[in-house]
């Protein structure tokens, strides 16, 4: 990036800070798989939504994000997670009142 271009000079500074070469630029591939992930993610809310009720488990609500994941072939990000025990569910909901 180079020149005084709106752009370049915000890549440059934030608040003071230099973040220039924190600028990546993708390509349209990387961008394509970033929008699917997107739209993965928010189809995954959207059905946890419909589970979310009273007397619904959070193993029901897992369940039902699991199928979505499931439905497009895609990793859960926290399934598995490393730990001293590895995380052991697709979603990580916590129950405000028990």
Known sequence: MQGNSPVAAAARQVNGEVFGAMLTLRSNREIRLMRRAGLVVWLAH?????????????????????SVF??????????NFPGPVPFPAVTCISVNDE
């Open 46 to 66: 959207q059905e946890a939504a419909k589970h979310v009720r009273p007397g619904a488990t959070t193993a029901q609500i897992d369940a039902a994000v699991a």
């Open 70 to 79: 499931q439905r497009f072939d895609a990793t859960p990000l926290f399934l």
